[in-house]
């Protein structure tokens, strides 16, 4: 008792109290680190499924979803390169686009009934992906050392929203397009 009453200040156990001091960049990477996955959680209910009706032989339904995690880790580092190069806001604004153009592609591969579109999509995304892995990074980026493990646990906390919000998506739109069975929920995503 008298160790954690003289050893430790409130705020190195208190988490509620340092929640609200977080730094609005931190805000900013928890909210798109919920968007981004949001998208995956979408993706990864949506994509095998889709990937069934498109592909020319059923053995390939989840060949765009395998794709899209290689891509994700041959992101990684050339991402990790760009942002050491030119800044991290210019990458992330790169992988906001790639993000929504691959969704896109994706709604539109389904709707036009093209497999080999729907693939290139599911890459894009995972491009996109291997990005927004570097979210919580940039949180911690230029805060005192006491703050940092709460801010990257604070931009993961986005994964949680997303874990409630993205099924939900993938549920509720999957026949929000007539004759495009899932391609509303990429869409909404």
């Known amino acids: 008792h008298y160790f954690w009453r003289h050893s430790l200040r409130k ?41 069934a009706i498109l592909a020319p032989e059923l053995w390939l339904a989840t060949l765009p979803l395998s794709l899209q995690f290689v891509a994700v880790m041959l992101t990684t580092f050339p991402a990790s390169l760009l942002m050491g190069r030119f800044g991290r806001r210019p990458v992330f604004l790169s992988g906001i686009f790639i993000s929504v153009l691959a969704i896109l592609m994706q709604a539109a591969a389904i709707i036009i009934g093209q497999f080999s579109f729907f693939v290139l999509g599911s890459m894009l995304l995972g491009c996109s992906h291997g990005i927004a892995q570097f979210y919580r990074y940039a949180a911690a980026d230029g805060l005192p050392d006491n703050m940092k493990p709460k801010a990257i646990s604070f931009v993961l906390l986005g994964g949680l929203a997303a874990a409630m919000i993205g099924p939900e998506i993938a549920y509720r739109f999957v026949d929000a397009i007539d004759g495009a069975r899932y391609a509303g929920a990429f869409l909404v995503a």
């Open 11 to 51: 705020s190195d156990y208190c988490m509620s109290g340092s929640l609200i001091n977080m730094p609005a960049n931190v805000w900013r990477m928890t909210a798109a680190q919920g968007l981004s996955m949001t998208v995956m959680n979408v993706n990864i209910i949506n994509t095998g499924l889709a990937g």
